[in-house]
């Protein structure tokens, strides 16, 4: 049997009707999610003040373990007020990784910055310490406590690490290689929540850190994404920034920095928080589509199933799957083939550094960056494919 | 009688209860709107792609007889992208009301531009066009085809102006010096759906325009705002762009382009279809609180209802009076009085010269803008008010 009607076969498993389209990731409704909007109709409290977004702030500082949560509009804009939280301005550099998605590096565009891309490992298909470390001796140095790129003169003023697909990457000594550089660490969580490093959720390292809400995310407000942070000045700022910075007057309208408007409404903020009563149970749902995906290609010869690192858990946002080196030239077949079975796959991002806006931007090697996008494959992974264990 | 009570008095005609609170402006919702936003939680279709944005965004171009519309995250993100495609680059000097949200401001900075003040005129609260034409004459001038600002060497790349409070500025000149100087003619619509300049909807003489449905306007989304174009061109990249700037592709992830994500969520969407469905509704019970207003405040002597101009058509937004000049020093007794009383109400927002953020940005003279933000007052102006006819 061909390698592409096998994985055909082995994401069956969890996706068995022919005749049924299996999207990447939907959203799974089973909680208060329609009484919650029905509560915002009704009152009409459906815009940027209101009780849903209060308690969904409040659902997810304590969720997360961290001090304070701003709800926003979406994943970008959190990342986008990340970067200018922690000091990015116009002509910095951002070290960010090749392999990502588009708005990384948007975010960073944004800021009038400049993304600088960083390769990725196999172990955690994130930002690899190692080799980071060894770039920055070649090519960084520090002024005035500041960290700047010898190459360019321009200043490195953070750094940006994404947990892929909701696997954690290895904080730790990147943590370390931040506070050697004096680099503000950024982690844009927006595909890992319910995703664990050594115990403590990921966007707790970052000095701030983003989520996401997108439709096609483990939780869903709709639209939305959030702000997470252990530093309770950078919080209120961030509270304040996204919000027009306004200062509070019973009628006049003073504003005393650039401000956004990247609030969530409240009713997208209700969706958010019968979802996050549910939490719990999606991830433990999404956990058992994952396993019973190990068990399905464990037999299969050439490709493997992507499992969380050994110092983590991953919230298995979106499954995966490696295809040997061998047999990388069949990635394309593997994704015509589940396609037209009506399993929705794709590969990887195209990474950072091939779209056309981001080509003369600098790069380290990332040549496994490379290697991961000629060899992965995203399956479907909603929680609702769950309950069919075998 | 002092002036506070006297206008107290004539703002109780439309808001009769003193045991409530009236807000400036609430949502009414009074259609399709529990229907369609349960239908979204029902069917889960909540997010970014669903046929509430299609369905919304051809309800939006039919009302404002525009060729097309883009639904948006709010009115800041709409006004953004405007700028954006009328091509204002990082450096260009941006011309703009004083007198206006610090949004219309804030959305020039995002594109590394610098606002430029320009006064308004009484008669419409909008850009002065005599004055405007009289200020270029000095400080203008072409090259190569575009306009650029003698004294500071930048290129002058748009102009925006803003219906304010829904009172249609007076286009038919402004049109006119945009074509004598080349310069891109934005309008920031944001407050003014339902408003006509001489039987044309506002938007629809701006190369691209801007429209905001945030919980205190006309109709709400909870958070929206979209872009309204006549140019089909200019309507595509604005969706494009707005979603990512992503090329279809069954599986592959390529963006040509710096693209941002300020989709409006299905769910706000469907609010926006059961609004439209109203709009004429809610549009005729704010005329009829605006007729109210201005035979309460008929007979008060320091006090003037303002009314729409001869040439257009107000939706009455917010409704508004102006001091006399002699009464000027009254206004935050009358405001203090009123807010006490229940009765929201505010002056004009702070001229945007006044912020810190852009006290240094050029500016013609502003009088007439500072003698409005002395004297101008909004009152209650919901919908709902209506119906005590008298």
């Not at 844009?188 to 970052?206: F, L, M, P, Q």
Request: overall charge negative.
């Amino acid at each position: 049997m061909s390698l592409s009607s096998q994985v055909v076969e082995a994401i069956r498993k969890n996706c068995p009707d022919p005749e049924k389209f299996y999207p990447l990731h939907e959203p799974t409704f089973g909680g208060n999610e329609m009484k919650y909007t029905q509560d915002c109709v009704a009152t009409a409290w459906v815009s940027s003040v209101g009780k849903y977004v209060d308690t969904f702030e409040e659902m997810l500082a304590t969720f997360t373990g961290t001090k304070r949560a701003i709800a926003v509009a979406n994943g970008t804009a959190a990342l986008h007020i990340c970067l200018i939280l922690a000091g990015v301005k116009n002509d910095d550099e951002v070290l960010c990784p090749a392999l990502t998605f588009v708005a990384t590096a948007n975010a960073i565009a944004y800021c009038g910055a400049i993304p600088h891309f960083v390769d990725s490992e196999m172990k955690t298909l994130g930002v690899d310490p190692l080799k980071l470390k060894e770039y920055l001796k070649s090519i960084a140095q520090i002024k005035d406590g500041e960290c700047y790129n010898k190459l360019t003169g321009r200043r490195i003023k953070s750094l940006i690490v994404m947990h892929a697909f909701g696997h954690p990457v290895d904080l730790d000594p990147i943590v370390e290689i931040c506070n050697e550089y004096n680099i503000p660490l950024i982690e844009d969580a927006a595909e890992s929540i319910g995703s664990y490093y050594k115990r403590v959720h990921t966007g707790n390292r970052g000095i701030i850190s983003s989520l996401s809400f997108n439709g096609n995310k483990t939780i869903t407000t709709g639209g939305g994404g959030a702000i997470i942070t252990n530093d309770e000045e950078l919080g209120k700022l961030a509270k304040y920034i996204t919000t027009t910075a306004k200062k509070p007057h019973k009628w006049e309208f003073y504003h005393d920095m650039i401000g956004y408007n990247y609030r969530m409404p409240n009713i997208n903020a209700a969706l958010g928080c019968a979802q996050m009563e549910t939490l719990s149970d999606l991830l433990s749902k999404k956990k058992q589509v994952a396993d019973n995906y190990k068990k399905a290609f464990a037999g299969i010869e050439g490709v493997e199933f992507y499992d969380e690192p050994s110092f983590g858990k991953s919230n298995f946002w979106l499954n995966l799957i490696i295809l040997s080196k061998e047999n990388a030239m069949e990635r394309d077949a593997v994704l015509a083939a589940t396609n037209d079975a009506g399993i929705m796959t794709r590969p990887a991002w195209i990474l950072m550094q091939k779209l056309p806006m981001y080509k003369d931007c600098p790069r380290m090697d990332l040549s496994v960056a490379e290697d991961i996008e000629a060899r992965l494959i995203n399956i479907p992974s909603s929680p609702n494919l769950a309950g069919k264990s075998y």
